[in-house]
């Protein structure tokens, strides 16, 4: 008698390690297209790279239910090795493609073609590995709880990871990531080694060498652009890319600077957001946003937010500061621009003994420091470009709200400024921001605290801690006529009646504009570059050349909405017809569809819970980067957690497991939509590792409640057929695409908090939704 001899990486060690493989290089493929969206397209356009991934789950598990002989034994992990490697090279292509692909300037017809062909292109990775995550799940009944953990783990070390992988650049972190497409391809085909196993007794070997030959291609393919750097082009959007001083990417941005010319060379940040850099002869031309050094001189010391380039700093050592903090966000700038490559050209500007460059966020840095200033200046921290047409819509920004001007105004002096200088059509909503947080400080008349006046499209306006005397509205006055600024805004003269209104009334005139959203933003709503008031978003929407020419964010969101619906209802009926064995013709159709309504809520819920975590505690954590990486980390860890534990639920009680740990979520989440913004102003002022142990017992319990759905959802509808499992699965990825941009939307509209409540609604539907599991039988 043949017996076979016990192999050591049999099928569930393959199984696992392959599933975690490919959901963690998915996640961060994700997270690296969004860089190179962004980069490459326009920021508002990187919106359409978060949905990737679960576009992919959804068009993967829509293909395994059409043709569920796709992936499934005895050639599931043959199958699974092949759409992994096929993964790899197709994640190599994606790259290649996004680079390639000309900048969308306007969204006529031929740029929609554009966008829509790199969208097809690079959702084909993520397609792949979503045929087979649901080929997996769907034959993996048994074993669900820990195939989902194996997919959690993955998800959770690729969002570790992949700010890591960002310091190489994006176009190599992507190649890094076909490595580990590769990887996983080979650990399925090991796994097909072993013919017996929790997949049946006659697994077919196969795999292994497709699975190796992409292996070991991707990894020649990375280490050769470290020779010849075949990967990047020549030109990104409107930077030549082969004739800058400086090329660097990381995960902030791809930073370039142009050859300086007549004294000045341009910082770009994603070939768009620009910043001056003055050679050490070139004296900075007088601008509004050096008001302040007209009522202080040369009396410190001076804080400059977003120092970039270096302009500001210049201008404040002009204005004979002896103390000024630079703070910038991107450690490239700083590091490889001002203090590397620029560092002699500059004068060693960020070297002089004037200047202390600190690398942080500047709200995170204002939140630490014990330091009190005289002056403040933040001037256009982002690009006239994006701006004018509606290209930061999408971009909350912590800088801008009413939370974050109390902060600055509460390091000033007693008799200090804040000056912040943004493009002209924003001045409106200046004014009222500033005159909202004055009224917060306790400032009776807050236009008394306040002047403006604007020059080339932009407006500063001055944010005193104290009321303007007529001394010091005199000299303000006189730096403007001297320099011939156009005054906007003085305490005795307003300019227009809606500025008066706004400075008396901020948040009660501000709502009964309704051409443009003046509302001051808040940490709750931090969307200052959003102008859509709620009442005109239906008109906006309907008005295609506002939408082309103005709101591009607003148009990518909407076509998002859109598209989700029409895709949902897609993967509803398309199935619903083509296999009607499975729902129309099926015993107890009525449970059946209820199932798929379970698995749509649970997506919808779980992305509209993972938007607002990362949103709330972005300001929170200081930084976007912490947060990306900590939440993400946090929330894929106590999820795969939460899927062990409800691997001990016996297949009988998975029904009401699920149901009862869903109606405790909506609960938790409930509790954190109404007091979790709350609590993180009041534990602001922790140091850094008790944020972020903050941070880990806030989403702990809500990652175990969360965790435990779909594996008990898959066990509920495995016992009905294997591939309503796969279908479930793919309504669950759409429903996520959907949520992202119907809770963006709606998050610029109420508020991040508002999410968490909404997310409970979808748990708590999906929790009356899902059906008592079948007895035990053998299913298709």
């Known amino acids: 008698m043949n017996v076979e001899r016990p192999t050591p990486f049999g099928q569930r060690t393959g199984l696992f390690l392959g599933v975690g493989l490919v959901a963690g290089a998915s996640v961060a493929l994700s997270v ?56 790899s090279v197709s994640a190599v292509v994606a790259v290649i493609q996004t680079l390639q692909t000309k900048p969308v300037d306007t969204l006529d017809r031929a740029s929609v073609l554009r966008v829509l ?62 490595v580990a497409f590769g990887l996983g391809s080979v650990c399925f085909a090991l796994g097909s080694r072993e013919a017996h196993g929790p997949f049946g007794a006659d697994e077919r070997r196969g795999g292994g060498w497709l699975g190796a030959a992409f292996f070991l291609s991707s ?45 000045m060379a341009w910082l770009r940040l994603d070939a768009g957001a620009q910043s001056a850099i003055l050679d050490a002869r070139t004296a900075p031309t007088k601008h509004p946003d050096e008001l302040a050094y007209a009522l202080s001189g040369a009396e410190g010391p001076t804080l400059v937010v977003g120092a970039g380039g270096g302009r500001e700093v210049r201008a404040a050592l ?37 200047v202390e460059l600190v690398v942080a966020d500047g709200r995170s840095y204002i939140r630490a420091t014990p330091r009190r200033f005289k002056n403040i200046v933040m001037s256009l921290v982002d690009t006239w470009a994006a701006a004018s047409v509606g290209g930061l819509s999408l971009a909350e920004d912590g800088l801008y709200t009413v939370e974050a001007f109390r902060d600055f105004l509460a390091h000033l002096t007693d008799d200090g400024v804040l000056v912040v200088n943004r493009w002209d059509p924003e001045a409106d909503r200046l004014v009222a921001l500033a005159s909202a947080a004055l009224l917060a400080e306790g400032a009776t008349a807050p236009g008394a605290h306040l002047y403006a006046c604007s020059h080339t499209r932009s407006t500063a306006l001055v944010v005193k801690k ?16 001297k320099n011939r600024f156009l005054e906007i805004y003085a305490p005795d003269a307003p300019g227009s009646d809606l500025r008066a209104a706004l400075v008396a009334d901020p948040w009660g005139a501000s709502r009964e504009v309704t051409s443009v959203n003046v509302m001051p933003p808040t940490d709750e709503r931090p969307f200052f570059f959003y102008n859509v008031p709620a009442r005109a978003l239906g008109a906006t929407l309907a008005d295609q050349a506002t939408l082309r020419n103005e709101q591009q964010g607003l148009a990518t969101l909407f076509a998002v909405i859109v598209a989700s619906v029409v895709f949902a209802l897609a993967l509803l009926l398309v199935p619903l017809f083509l296999r009607p064995r499975e729902v129309l013709l099926a015993p107890g159709r009525g449970a059946r ?15 509209l819970v993972e938007l607002a975590l990362v949103q709330i505690f972005t300001t929170f954590l200081g930084h976007p980067v912490y947060a990306l990486t900590v939440v993400l980390t946090a929330l894929f860890l106590s999820i795969g957690a939460g899927s062990l534990l409800a691997g001990r639920v016996p297949e009988g009680s998975a029904q009401p497991s699920a149901a009862s740990r869903a109606q405790i979520l909506t609960i938790v989440l409930v509790l954190a939509g109404l007091g979790l913004m709350r609590a993180t102003s009041a534990f602001a002022g922790l140091p850094f590792g008790g944020r972020v142990a903050f941070v880990a017992l806030v989403i702990l319990p809500i990652g175990l409640l969360m965790g435990a759905q779909i594996p008990l959802g898959v066990v509920v509808t495995g016992t009905r057929s294997r591939t309503l499992v796969a279908w479930g699965l793919a309504l669950n990825g759409v429903a996520g695409v959907l949520a992202i941009a119907l809770g963006t939307l709606l998050a610029m509209h109420i508020g991040f908090s508002f999410l968490l409540l909404a997310g409970a609604v979808a748990y708590f539907v999906a929790s009356l939704l899902l059906p008592a599991a079948l007895p035990k039988t053998t299913v298709r």
């Open 318 to 354: 002009s204005a004979g500061q002896k103390q000024v903090v630079a703070v910038e966000i991107n450690r490239a700038v700083a590091h490889d621009v001002m203090l590397g490559k620029m560092l002699a050209y500059s004068g060693g500007l960020y070297q002089k003994p004037e």
């Open 117 to 178: 062909v790199l969208y097809s292109v690079t959702a084909v990775p993520f397609t792949l590995i979503g045929c087979a995550v649901a080929g997996a799940l769907s034959h993996a009944r048994a074993l669900a709880s820990r195939v989902y953990f194996a997919d959690m783990l993955g998800a959770a070390a690729g969002s570790a990871t992949v700010v890591g992988l960002l310091q190489l650049g994006a176009p190599r972190a992507g190649l890094a990531l076909a």
């Open 32 to 87: 690296v297209l969004t860089r190179l969206y962004s980069a490459v397209l326009g920021h508002h356009l990187a919106t359409l790279a978060l949905s990737l991934a679960l576009f992919g789950v959804a068009l993967g598990g829509g293909l395994v239910t059409l043709f569920p002989s796709l992936v499934r034994p005895p050639h599931l992990f043959s199958r699974l090795a092949a759409l992994s490697a096929f993964a």
């Open 593 to 607: 569809l209820r199932a798929l309504g379970f698995f749509a809520g649970a997506g919808a819920g779980f992305m």
């Open 219 to 263: 990894i020649s393919l990375f280490a050769g652009d470290y020779g010849e750097q075949w990967l990047t082009p020549t030109t990104i959007k409107h930077v030549r890319v082969d004739k800058a001083e400086v090329v660097r990417w990381n995960e902030l941005a791809l930073v370039t600077v142009d050859k300086p010319s007549k004294g």
């Open 466 to 481: 104290q009321p303007l005397s007529m001394a010091e509205l005199g000299k303000l006055r006189g730096f403007c006529k």
